[in-house]
């Protein structure tokens, strides 16, 4: 992924207030405590990590290598067990290098009887170099944040989804995100893309897994596991989905996660769901670590030190928690 470019009278308020029917109070109060009482399963934090271990395990999650097809199956395998319908969006793609990449998004779909959906996504490849690495800008890295913590969060709460919340919900982990040109150039796109990043969603956003898909929103995480991470409000999530924004870190901060979920607007920048915005239709925010001292995405972002030295429990489990908020009090 990359950067990319009234209140009412108080009196009138009171007055409202005041004018409230007592059925309604009483209607209100109802449906927040059916809310409230909602079993919401807790998060685990020490599964989550291991979810990180076990994809950097495997190796970088490079398209067409051993170790990201091996990924790949994990993936479908856990989601499986897990009782999700799956899906794989076999396509192809060319990078902005001239590689031609077999890629696969993989879906699975708790509840696919339910009408109202909400997604839940990831991207689970690796960038082939570390060009922001001074030190080693050809080499390949583990990508412990920057695509294995989002891809265990979602798979954490997989582990959960047989206790089910009242809407249905896709998990989508979009491939070959992170293929993009090399940092500091720009290179012309062709065959019909939007962009050389984020192959995998602008494919899924053009030809979803199902006929007639649609989904309420959906919530992409991207590095949510670096340690002291903050999660600032990305300007393209403001721009397209605001409420979904305010939604999910009015949920953080009542769960005592503000300082981590600082609602304060930053820059718009591009990741998947830019294109399940723009060209799927479909309203979804970016959760993703935004480093006041040096921008988005931290100091670590593709280099040799994103690896698991990096990987904090705590944030994995905070941000997993206040996504089991926002799925389980939906109605």
């Not at 950067?3 to 209607?27: E, Q, T």
């Not at 500091?184 to 030809?207: E, F, I, M, N, R």
């Not at 239709?281 to 959760?287: F, K, L, S, V, Y």
């Amino acid at each position: 992924m990359q950067i990319a470019l009234r209140h009412r009278p108080v009196y009138f308020f009171l007055m409202s207030l005041l004018a409230l029917s007592s059925c309604g109070d009483n209607k209100n109060r109802e449906k927040a405590e059916v809310a409230t009482a909602r079993p919401i399963p807790e998060f685990n934090a020490d599964s989550a990590y291991i979810f990180v271990e076990r994809q950097v395990a495997f190796g970088a999650r490079i398209p067409n290598t051993p170790a990201h097809r091996a990924t790949g199956d994990y993936i479908l395998r856990k989601l499986r067990e897990y009782g999700a319908r799956t899906v794989v969006q076999e396509f192809q793609a060319t990078t902005f290098d001239g590689q031609k990449l077999n890629l696969r998004n993989l879906i699975g779909s708790f509840r696919p009887e339910v009408q109202k959906r909400i997604i839940l996504a990831a991207h689970w490849d690796t960038r082939p170099f570390s060009d922001k690495d001074p030190n080693a800008p050809d080499k390949s890295f583990d990508g412990a944040n920057d695509g294995a913590s989002g891809v265990a969060v979602l798979l954490e709460v997989g582990r959960h989804l047989k206790e089910q919340p009242s809407v249905g919900v896709d998990l989508i982990f979009f491939d070959g995100e992170d293929w993009g040109e090399r940092e500091g150039t720009k290179v012309p796109t062709t065959g019909g893309l939007d962009s050389w990043w984020c192959l995998g969603s602008q494919h899924w956003s053009k030809q979803k897994h199902a006929p007639g898909y649609r989904a309420y929103y959906g919530i992409l995480l991207d590095m949510v596991g670096g340690s002291n991470a903050q999660f600032y409000q990305e300007g393209t999530s403001m721009m397209y989905a605001p409420k979904i924004v305010e939604k999910v870190w009015s949920q953080a901060a009542r769960l005592g996660h503000g300082s981590t979920f600082v609602q304060q607007r930053q820059a718009p920048i591009t990741d998947d769901h830019l294109f399940v915005n723009e060209l799927g239709g479909i309203q979804m925010i970016d959760i993703t670590e935004y480093d006041p001292n040096v921008g988005y995405f931290g100091p670590f972002h593709h280099t040799q030190k994103d690896n698991l030295q990096q990987i904090s429990r705590e944030t994995l489990g905070i941000v997993g928690r206040v996504v089991m908020q926002v799925i389980y009090l939906e109605e």
